[in-house]
């Protein structure tokens, strides 16, 4: 059975940095394009970012510019390098993989796997 794990969540402070990891098991996601969400409480889930199977990235506008995602050749892992962290970065953070046309992978209905996702902290 195909399972993602995120690690890597802590308390940090307002400017510190973190680098999140997905670990993909059960298959190989190397041709899956794969993400990264957040929600906070009482918030919606926003998009962080998405890197193709081919290496193309996007990011969401609440972090663009203060994070980066990458991924291992074998498919098999997703990372999150998050840099200049504020309070407003507070939320579980989930990692999905999901095949679907690129022009939707802002769209968390699209991917069809999901981590249990990992709490981000930023005391301010």
């Known amino acids: 059975q195909a399972q993602l794990v995120e690690s890597g969540g802590a308390l940090v402070q307002t400017g510190g940095s973190l680098r999140l990891s997905c670990a993909a098991s059960?298959?190989?996601?190397?041709?899956?394009?794969m993400a990264w969400f957040r929600q906070a409480p009482g918030k919606v889930r926003e998009f962080v970012a998405s890197i193709s199977g081919t290496g193309s990235t996007d990011y969401g506008d609440p972090a663009k510019g203060r994070v980066t995602i990458s991924r291992d050749g074998a498919g098999r892992a997703v990372y999150l390098q998050m840099n200049a962290l504020e309070h407003e970065d507070t939320a579980v953070y989930c990692c999905a993989a999901g095949l679907f046309v690129w022009a939707r992978r802002a769209d968390a209905s699209v991917y069809n796997y999901w981590g249990q996702g990992t709490q981000v902290t930023v005391s301010s």
């Open positions: 059960g298959r190989t996601f190397r041709s899956y394009a």
